[in-house]
């Protein structure tokens, strides 16, 4: 077992974990973070996306002990101090970006980390930030309202697929 310590959404956590343990389990099964869902376990759909120092990666395809002395940040940490949605989150819901809710962590995940990015960003960058995530429901176009719409940009020029 290897020690291991990190801050998650703003708290100091600790554990011990195997070697093999992916960051994804150890946030799902050690900490009951849960909003992190493990779609694949092969880095294929994105639904795992957290940040890492800031960096948005797949957790299924991390291993825990690589995230030791690191800041994640989860879903759960998405939301405002009040625990009020975020304005991106309000954005997803606000457009109707989400249908099963299954890649929405993972979505909003990688829709920030493209906002901290690049603030203003196009719908042809949207869509190109956000392939490595897969949504099965939604046809993306809302996702990408949504994203443009927590941005400040006018969404009434977005044309549907």
Do not use: W
Request: proline share 2%; glycine share 10%.
């Amino acid at each position: 077992m290897t020690p291991l310590s990190m801050t998650v959404n703003g708290r100091a956590v600790t554990g011990e974990v195997e070697g093999r343990t992916l960051l994804s389990d150890f946030l799902r099964s050690e900490l009951r973070l849960t909003g992190t869902h493990i779609g694949c376990d092969t880095s294929q759909c994105g639904a795992c996306v957290v940040h890492v120092d800031g960096l948005a990666v797949k957790a299924c395809a991390m291993f825990a002990f690589e995230a030791q002395g690191a800041t994640v940040r989860t879903i759960e940490g998405m939301a405002n101090e009040d625990g009020s949605l975020s304005l991106l989150q309000q954005s997803f819901q606000d457009h109707h970006g989400l249908q099963c809710g299954f890649c929405t962590p993972g979505m909003v995940m990688s829709s920030a980390a493209l906002l901290a990015e690049n603030p203003k960003p196009s719908e042809a960058e949207v869509r190109t930030y956000l392939e490595g995530n897969i949504c099965r429901c939604t046809g993306y176009h809302n996702i990408v309202k949504a994203v443009l719409a927590a941005s400040g940009q006018d969404i009434g020029a977005i044309a549907a697929e």
